[in-house]
């Protein structure tokens, strides 16, 4: 079982990895498995059935819409995120689909997407079902898939213990714990990111991996730059207004401020940029979900604005450094908020940037391990509670908290030496448990927290 960093960090599109990107990836293996399988030319009609968190909160998310892309060959990675609502209606209004992109079915929208708020299918919260009819309404093909967090989506025949997608991937590297990575790291004398480089040498070279990560740091930077200029009402129906673009023109004319918590107030924009930008369905890089994509753009974007020396070889160990504390997370407990609340999602964004951040400062592997968990451990039990089934509230706002925090618990590392009563390892496990303690009306389904004691208006 082998994970890239370009698994945990990949482009695609609000507002949700889980139930936006996930679905779409999902419905478009299902169409091409259609095409590849022989039965496309036979299909007169595609429906889908979404269930669990993907049905309790799937139209906040755009769950419904993601698959209607998905069935026609698109994917995230390029969706055309300015007119893909407009695609969607458009397949609504005509009553047809181009499945591939070049296969015409009927469809009716209110019978072809189905979200069952109280159904679920028993692998994961984030089911879906799609099938394939005949021009007499035979079932040609029928298959379920998980959403299992980060746009990481896995066959129905997967089990509740199939978190990963897996890659068979002999590594030089290989660990499953913080405590192998720190034990590599001390007998080969390498830090974090050399461990990370040494096992993603195995798929790509050094040459490769440098250009794709910056690649993900320039959409990262395209994206703050989108939040910081788009004005106006998130879509939704909440009502929430833009705060990225007043609060960049302010830090930008005040200019001659000796606060010397204006770094805080950068950090906040540049989180509020990045998701701002995802609730409104725009391009984003899972980091590693959606739903906590601010987290490490923030930071690595404070990294670059406030840490002297910082450069384009610094970016690229963050990130891999960031990773090694993600792989850690997806494998041994979840990145969904659906399955453990929104400590598996910014709760780890928040332990990978801040170990990412710490690498960068010339941390020790202890430490970046110490900053690891210090990051996490003060989120653990954090619900996922949005309001509306939208990723805005809280989720806009706890991203640019959790970035601060993630840069103090860096800091914060700094000056110890790295040894601490709990360990990365632990704290993951605990946060597994606490994870499956959580009542299901706190993970993602809008039912409890926030989501029922707040307004809608």
């Not at 990107?21 to 498995?33: C, H, I, S, T, W």
């Not at 970016?315 to 598996?344: D, P, T, Y």
């Amino acid at each position: 079982m082998a994970l890239s960093v370009l698994d945990l960090f990949s482009v695609g599109i609000g507002p949700s990895s889980s139930h936006t990107v996930g679905p779409m990836r999902a419905a478009k293996l299902f169409a091409d498995g259609l095409k590849g399988d022989g039965h496309l030319s036979a299909t007169k009609r595609v429906q889908a059935e979404l269930f669990g968190s993907l049905g309790a909160t799937g139209r906040g998310h755009g769950s419904d819409k993601a698959v209607v892309l998905g069935f026609t060959g698109l994917d995230p990675e390029t969706v055309d995120t300015a007119t893909a609502d407009d695609q969607v209606a458009a397949a609504a209004l005509d009553a047809e689909l181009w499945v591939c992109g070049d296969h015409r079915v009927d469809f009716n929208w209110d019978e072809d997407v189905v979200l069952h708020r109280r159904k679920s299918l028993p692998a994961h919260p984030n089911g879906m079902t799609f099938r394939a009819l005949d021009h007499g309404g035979a079932v040609l093909s029928e298959r379920s898939f998980y959403s299992i967090g980060g746009g990481f989506v896995v066959d129905g025949d997967a089990d509740a213990s199939d978190r990963v997608v897996a890659d068979a991937t002999v590594l030089p590297f290989p660990f499953t714990t913080a405590d192998q990575l720190l034990e590599i790291c001390k007998r080969e004398d390498m830090s974090i990111s050399d461990v990370m480089l040494a096992n993603e040498l195995v798929w790509r070279s050094e040459a490769e991996l440098r250009e794709k990560l910056l690649a993900l740091w320039a959409v990262m930077r395209e994206c703050v730059d989108n939040g910081c200029a788009a004005e106006g009402i998130l879509p939704g129906g909440l009502n929430v207004r833009r705060r990225a673009p007043s609060l960049f023109q302010t830090l930008t004319a005040d200019t001659g401020v000796t606060d010397p918590l204006r770094a805080m107030e950068w950090v906040n924009l540049f989180a509020l940029a990045v998701n701002e930008e995802n609730a409104a369905g725009g391009r984003i890089v899972t980091a590693p979900t959606n739903g906590a994509a601010g987290i490490v753009p923030a930071v690595l974007h404070y990294y670059v604005k406030f840490v002297p020396g910082a450069n384009d070889d610094g970016v690229v160990r963050f990130l891999l450094a960031a990773a090694a504390v993600g792989i850690l997370f997806k494998i041994n407990a979840s990145i969904s908020g659906a399955e453990v609340g929104c400590q598996g999602e910014v709760g780890s964004a928040c332990s990978m940037a801040a170990a990412g951040l710490c690498e960068v400062l010339a941390g020790t592997p202890e430490q970046v391990e110490n900053a690891a968990e210090v990051g996490i451990e003060h989120n653990l039990g954090l619900t996922c509670d949005p309001v509306g089934g939208l990723v805005q509230i809280p989720c806009i706002e706890r991203n640019a908290i959790a970035s601060v925090k993630a840069i103090n618990a860096a800091r914060l590392s700094l000056h110890g030496d790295g040894s601490h009563k709990v360990s990365l390892d632990k704290a993951i496990k605990t946060m597994r448990e606490t994870g499956a303690d959580m009542k299901t009306k706190y993970k993602e389904t809008s039912r409890g927290g926030l989501a029922v004691n707040v307004i809608e208006c």
